[in-house]
């Protein structure tokens, strides 16, 4: 919405995004580098959101505190990376967008401060059925959240289905230095071994399976 595109264009339900501030105002943002202005604090970040986005809901934005436990007058640089990740999708869940973008949401983050960022991402997601767009390595983090996926291979798309789609191709991923999801790395083992198991992606499938194969 920035930049020019040089060929094609970005819309939003049938709108242009570029130069269109009432489009842009519907959409959230959460980069992977996390930028706040050097002392900010979360309350002069509700501001400067509240006047920059006019669906801004300080109502909603005092209920996230609730969830995201954070200080609202202590500097934001100085919180822990994980920390910093929550203040942002604190501001960005307040503008109430109706779509979310998010550039490796769960990166660098410790297994609990990931599942909570999780959550909050799915939570969201039911409660205002807003599109996520999710740009992730993790394929754990895929198979949780997504309906959709687009694999992206030295520029072009080269896959786009379900995640049962997607996954079935395990083989085509790895050969393109990208990762699967543990739990279906496993059952691809078993499945050399022998074992006569379906291709599965999620812990839930897992168990599924397991149960299935007993019995």
């Known amino acids: 919405g920035v930049y020019r ?12 995004v570029y130069e269109n501030p009432a489009v842009k105002s519907d959409i959230g ?12 604090t979360m309350e002069d970040m509700r501001r400067f959101y509240k ?17 995201f436990r954070l200080p609202k007058n202590g500097q934001i640089r100085r919180f822990s990376k994980g920390m910093q990740k929550q203040a942002a999708f604190h501001l960005a869940l307040a503008m109430r967008p109706k779509v979310l973008i998010l550039d490796e949401p769960t990166a660098g983050l ?8 999780l959550g909050n991402i799915e939570a ?26 687009l694999v992206m291979n030295g520029s072009r798309l080269a896959m786009d289905g379900t995640p049962s789609e997607v ?7 790895l050969a393109m230095g990208l990762n699967i999801p543990q739990v279906t790395q496993v059952f691809l083992k078993l499945k050399a071994l022998g074992l006569d198991v379906k291709s599965v992606y999620t812990m839930e499938q897992a168990v599924a399976e397991i149960v299935r194969l007993r019995g």
Request: net charge negative.
């Open 110 to 117: 410790d297994p609990v401060g990931r599942s909570e960022i």
């Open 167 to 173: 996954f079935s191709r395990a083989q085509e991923l």
């Open 124 to 149: 969201y997601r039911q409660a205002k059925n807003a599109t996520i767009m999710m740009v992730s390595h993790s394929m754990e983090d895929v198979a949780r959240l997504t309906d959709r996926l």
């Open 29 to 40: 943002y959460i980069p992977d580098e996390i930028f706040f202005f050097p002392s900010a």
């Open 51 to 67: 006047g920059l986005y006019p669906r801004f809901d300080e109502d909603l934005y005092r209920r996230l505190y609730d969830i």
């Open 5 to 16: 595109p040089d060929s094609g264009t970005v819309q939003v339900d049938g709108q242009p």
